[in-house]
């Protein structure tokens, strides 16, 4: 086995210094002395999803990232694996666990997973090799990582089994918690100046639905109102990065396709990376439904730099316009609870104007914008592929 350290500074010596993902009891030291060092970035994701697009926004930004996750969760992290990192052609290192090892005993519910965990690597044509056990190891593998990443522009994975870092139990029990190898000394969770929120709905509600306004006249006024030299614009999957396309194409502007309920996590990981950037991520209801758990994360992790705006229809417009149930859903009070700094409502695109010129302190701004279903006739799709889009992006915002 090694110690966590051996590996960390490795890793930090080419240049990973961002760290996200779920816990496993494999990765307690691991994760504990990335969290104990204050020049390392530990974001505590809500899902392995969420951890994926989260540190693909910092890859973006020039900050390699580390994913780390136990292979129960890795069903969790497919979707962005194979319909973002893939096809944008970002390069992430994944650290997957391998609980249902066949050589130990472990619960029932990881018999599967530890079958088929390399075998959905494979699959998703992600190389992997096993985690390193000794320390003469650690540099040939993140030699070897990092020179296909570098490459292919693709994820990497190790596979890490029980027992290949120096386990904090172990220590504990000889040497007393308190003087343990990395027991926590600090939190990840980031200490907030102002708990307060300002929470704005009634003024903005119109009387009748039919008098909302399109995605495509909500988006036309976003464009108006952002300055494309120092602000970038993330649109979800569907007909909103379509429509954000026909409005507008701007290098400043990254359509996403697939990775459906991603686009706000990518923006977190982005927008701390490059804190100097505004960074606008454009939702949809049934996106922001499928992963309403990165509200909190970016509650309790985003800067007054990221801005939120949910374009709500309350159907799956691209689908066929099937109801999603977003019609009873208060947003903004789930946004205020999580703790943006401004969250605003209403059905008048006179609260895009607001949320612009709002001073939310040190946290994220929110707006749940309703709008009528419906796209443009003809609508086209991008005539750039992602990676493509995703190239020129970085190069807008220097980081090419």
């Keep these: 086995m090694i110690q966590a350290e051996e590996f960390v500074e490795a890793a930090r010596n080419l240049g990973f210094e961002w760290y996200t993902g779920v816990p496993c009891s494999f990765l307690t030291p691991f994760i504990n002395y990335v969290i104990n060092d204050v020049q390392l970035r530990y974001i505590s994701a809500a899902n392995e999803g969420d951890a994926v697009a989260i540190a693909a926004g910092a890859a973006i930004a020039g900050k390699p990232g580390v994913v780390m996750m136990q292979n129960s969760g890795l069903g969790n992290a497919v979707n962005p694996l194979t319909s973002l990192t893939y096809i944008f052609r970002i390069p992430l290192l994944l650290i997957c666990t391998l609980r249902g090892d066949r050589l130990l005993q472990d619960e029932p519910q990881h018999q599967l997973m530890g079958q088929i965990t390399d075998k959905l690597l494979q699959t998703m044509t992600i190389p992997w090799e096993f985690f390193p056990t000794d320390a003469a190891e650690i540099e040939p593998v993140l030699q070897r990582a990092t020179a296909y990443m570098q490459q292919e522009r693709c994820p990497y994975a190790l596979i890490m089994r029980k027992g290949a870092i120096s386990s904090l139990r172990d220590a504990t029990r000889t040497m007393g918690y308190a ?21 704005i709905q009634q003024s903005f509600f119109r ?6 306004v399109s995605r495509s006249e909500a988006l036309a006024r976003i464009v108006e109102l952002i300055d494309p030299k120092n602000t970038v ?7 909103t990065g379509r429509e954000l396309f026909a409005s507008k194409d701007s290098a400043n502007h990254l359509y996403m396709v697939g990775s459906m309920g991603c686009a706000s996590s990518m923006g977190l990981g982005l927008s701390l990376a490059r804190p100097d950037l505004k960074v606008v991520v454009i939702d949809g209801d049934g996106a922001a439904l499928m992963r309403m758990g990165n509200f ?14 949910l374009l709500d229809n309350e159907v799956h417009d691209s689908t066929g316009a099937q109801a999603t149930v977003s019609a009873g859903i208060s947003f903004a009070k789930i946004a205020e609870a999580c703790g943006y700094g401004v969250t605003l409502a209403g059905d008048d695109p006179a609260l895009l104007d607001a949320l612009f010129t709002a001073d939310s302190n040190t946290r994220p701004k929110f707006a749940h914008l309703k709008i009528r279903p419906g796209t443009l006739e003809n609508l086209p799709r991008p005539n750039l592929t992602p990676e493509a889009v995703l190239q020129r992006f970085m190069k807008h915002i220097g980081n090419s």
């Design 179 to 199: 003087n343990a190898p990395h027991a926590l000394t600090r939190s990840s969770i980031p200490e907030r100046e102002n708990s307060s929120s300002t929470h």
């Design 233 to 239: 614009v993330i649109a979800t999957t569907g007909y």
């Design 296 to 309: 909190a994360t970016i509650g309790t992790y985003g800067g007054a730099n990221l801005i939120h705006i």
């Design 207 to 212: 009387d009748r639905k039919e008098q909302r």
